[in-house]
């Protein structure tokens, strides 16, 4: 098990250095002069030179690069342009934010979008299933933007339940959690429903029914543990997009996560943070990846890593 | 279940309670003060640095706690802050001897003196000063503390906008005790410290700033508000919905189109603040795709073929002027010079005897950079298109790619004609010709009609040095009428910048250059 651990961890290096080395190169073939974009448009020639040497954007691509990896293998990944602070000090202090998301709306996701699933599964064709079935549809195909609006407008600016924006607010992670975990919600019950349908043919369930047990214990306890494999496949993806994929729902709820930090970052060409940020979300999905596959040897004890 | 709903009860409550910012305790004459005012605005400042600021809206919120030695009023005239007067002027123009407030200390408790504001000049000009930005600044020379209440300025040229340009936020003065606590370097400044009427408290990057009143600040008004909170909502709707749902007391630009019903909201409040942004549609003059926009007469009639009034009234919801003059009316330097009213034969006659019946030309426009943009420059297309000119576009792309692409020097020209905002720093008309030098095409500068007219540049040259204000006047209206008929740009209008507040706040205000000024505002 350990040796599986640390061989996946080694394959993952390559991989790492890979995003490093894409991600420099594509940030600088955005169009757009950072040092320009950050001088504002009434900056003198003499101001936006100045700007540039201090970033060292005057230096030779080659020399920019070697310098980059050079500190990245130290664990430095440089200096926001934007801020002037330290790029790890941006993430860690915009990355709790996006967690709480993350783990509130998967939380959410993975609870109701199960139960909802076996539900359907259970009475399948009946108008309980065809409901749920609905709703599904209706949480992958809704835009994110237009959720999140609605859902202020009804609960914020209607009834005053919840705070319309902002971080501060003890209640302020409800609406942002609940606009995240829709999309994923209607994943996880759409894989659950199909998954559950699939082990609910199948004999050993017609046995332990014949065996005259519970149909609680069939659903939970034979069926559903069979069912989980795909399920988890599904909320391991999900998990990874939503450290990365909050952008939306963190400007429609002005959430200072990770989310923002990189369009912030991305619209004033600061390469430092964006390089960071993608390198942050590479490193979770590969983490967040390797727990998925560890977590199938609990779910199915056929699975060993050795 | 019971204990939850009481629970949930209590939330409500608390929540009703923090909603409810400045109960305010009447004293018995003058403003009411306490409590909290949260104001959200839409862009997370990238320092809170004054010799970096480069937008307005950032400067605002270091202006409420750092001050400078000459401001704005809010009709956009030159004041003194820190100093106790306008400065005197010798007669070659070149030495500026100001005189400064007395008594007046920063929140840390520093003296402000001549030192002091010496040492904030010298660090915004010092090049080791992270992302510095002194701009026209770069024109001083020397700054001499002559003794404790009078600083000597000697310029490298003679500068008449030198006062007006002291009135930007990165010319403010700093208190030098605070440069190396907090986590301040002289290089780089994260907390501010300085004498204005609000101090630093805390900030959240992305969400807020919190700063609390200054009890012992110098001024004759005083803050009202123990607190301002600067919450960070990026989002036009999400900014909206919290003035609707009562977690903000002030926003600044909601969306254009909800404007109508905010107004008609008895609990709010909106002031559609002046400001010093011309909008336009920036014409190649030295065109070699479509060299006939090198002829005057074809730029003029382009002017012809679009209803700028129209597109004021609907597309930017009435929230802006029509310009007649290359500049707002805001500008030192300003004169009302004209109009191209709308009149599609006239254009249409005008183009045929240039021979440029349907032409073809290709314009860019950025989009989410200024309210409405893209769908104004759609608007233009539409007219010209009307006049039987074949409008490729409008092309568009996020900001600063779109700078990429029009920030280049006359032979790599992405558009023939592309749209553009241009908002001086300080309120002088120096500032709006930067778009009518020849010495400021790219990559020297942003002139991206790449105009050159002798007579202007000679003007403009002569105002800048100019210590006589009438006759500097009188040359900056000549420029202006000059340019109007040169027509490089198809001028379209002078946005205004819409803030909205809630009744239950009063004195909240603007100064016309896209800041909005809350220092002063106070519990209704």
């Known amino acids: 098990m350990l040796t599986y651990v640390a061989r996946r961890v080694l394959v993952s290096i390559p991989t790492v250095f890979g995003v490093a080395t894409v991600i420099f190169l594509m940030v600088r073939l955005l169009p757009g002069d950072p040092a320009r974009v950050i001088a504002g448009v009434l900056a003198t020639p003499e101001d936006v030179d100045r700007i540039r040497h201090q970033f060292g954007l005057d230096q030779p691509l080659y020399v920019q690069y070697v310098t980059y990896l050079f500190h990245l293998l130290t664990g430095d990944l440089g200096t926001s342009t934007r801020t002037g602070q330290p790029v790890t000090q941006e993430i860690v202090s915009r990355l709790p934010y996006t967690m709480e998301l993350a783990v509130v709306s998967t939380v959410i996701a993975v609870v109701v979008g199960v139960t909802a699933g076996v539900i359907a599964a259970t009475r399948r064709g009946s108008a309980l299933d065809l409901a749920i079935s609905a709703l599904a549809v209706f949480g992958l195909s809704m835009p994110v933007y237009w959720l999140g609006l609605m859902l202020i407008i009804l609960l914020a600016i209607d009834i005053h339940a919840f705070p319309a924006a902002g971080a501060q607010n003890p209640l302020g992670f409800v609406l942002p959690s609940i606009t995240l975990a829709l999309f994923s919600l209607a994943l996880v019950a759409r894989q659950s429903r199909s998954a559950m349908l699939e082990v609910l043919n199948q004999d050993f369930v017609r046995t332990a029914r014949a065996k005259g047990a519970p149909l609680r214990t069939v659903l939970v306890k034979h069926a559903l543990r069979n069912a989980l494999l795909p399920v988890v496949t599904v909320i391991g993806l999900q998990f990874g997009a939503l450290i990365g994929g909050a952008v939306l729902t963190e400007t429609v709820f002005s959430w200072p996560g990770v989310g923002r930090l990189l369009v912030d970052s991305i619209f004033s060409r600061d390469y430092p943070v964006v390089q960071g940020v993608v390198l942050m979300l590479a490193v979770a999905f590969i983490l967040v990846n390797l727990l998925v596959d560890l977590l199938y040897a609990y779910v199915d004890p056929r699975i060993r890593y050795s | ?524």
């Open chain 2, 1 to 524: 279940m019971a204990i939850r709903k009481f629970a949930f009860l209590v939330v409500l409550g608390l929540m009703a309670a923090a909603c409810g910012n400045g109960s305010g305790n009447p004293t018995s004459s003058g403003p009411k003060h306490g409590g909290t005012l949260t104001v959200a605005i839409g862009i997370d400042p990238d320092t809170l640095d004054p010799a970096a600021q480069t937008t307005t809206t950032a400067s605002q919120v270091v202006d409420m706690m750092v001050e400078r030695l000459y401001t704005l009023d809010s009709n956009g005239a030159t004041q003194p802050q820190l100093a106790s007067a306008m400065p005197t002027t010798s007669s070659d123009g070149l030495t500026y001897t100001i005189p400064l407030r007395t008594g007046v200390k920063f929140s840390d408790g520093t003296p402000f003196n001549a030192a002091a504001a010496k040492a904030g000049l010298d660090r915004l000009l010092n090049p080791a000063t992270f992302k510095t930005q002194p701009g026209v600044l770069s024109v001083i020379d020397t700054v001499t503390a002559t003794d404790d209440k009078t600083l000597t300025v000697k310029l490298k040229s003679p500068f008449a906008p030198f006062v007006a340009a002291l009135t930007q936020t990165n010319a403010a003065i700093l208190s030098p005790a605070s440069l190396t606590v907090n986590g301040n370097t002289p290089a780089q400044v994260k907390v501010p410290v300085g004498t204005g009427p609000y101090v630093m408290k805390d900030r959240v990057n992305g969400d807020h700033i919190a700063m609390t009143a200054n009890k012992d600040y110098w001024g004759s008004q005083k803050p009202n508000y123990d607190t301002q909170v600067i919450k960070i909502v990026p989002d036009d709707p999400s900014r909206e919905a919290l003035i609707r749902s009562g977690g903000a007391d002030v926003i600044v630009s909601p969306p254009l189109s909800d404007l109508p019903s905010l107004s008609s909201d008895s609990s709010l409040k909106v002031l559609k603040a002046k400001s010093d942004r011309t909008l336009q549609i920036i014409i190649n003059t030295v065109d070699t795709n479509q060299p006939l926009l090198q002829k005057p007469e074809v730029r003029q009639a382009l002017n012809y073929a679009v209803n700028k009034d129209e597109i004021v009234k609907n597309v930017m919801f009435g929230n802006a002027t029509t310009l007649d003059a290359p500049m707002s009316k805001t500008l030192f330097g300003y004169c009302s010079v004209g109009t191209y009213a709308f009149d599609p034969s006239k254009a249409k006659q005008m183009l045929q005897a240039a021979g440029a019946s349907g032409m073809t030309v290709k314009l860019g426009s950025p989009t989410g950079r200024y309210p409405q943009d893209i769908k104004v420059a759609q608007a233009v297309a539409s007219y010209l298109h009307d006049v039987g000119v074949t409008v490729q576009g409008p092309e568009t792309s996020d900001w600063p790619t779109y700078l990429g692409h029009v920030n280049v020097p006359p032979a790599q020209a992405a558009f023939d004609m592309h749209f553009l905002g241009w908002a001086p720093a300080y309120l002088d008309a120096s500032q709006q010709f930067e778009q009518f030098r020849p010495d400021r095409i790219p990559p020297k500068g942003l002139e991206t009609s790449y105009y050159a007219n002798p007579t202007v540049t000679d003007l403009v040259t002569k105002a800048a040095a100019e210590v006589d204000q009438q006759k500097r006047k009188d040359e900056y209206c000549q420029a202006s009428k000059q340019v109007w008929n040169d027509a490089p740009w198809i001028f379209l209008y002078n946005q205004s910048f819409p803030i909205v507040y809630s009744a239950k706040v009063t004195s909240v205000g603007a100064f016309p250059n896209e800041k909005f000024d809350t220092r002063f505002a106070s519990p209704a």
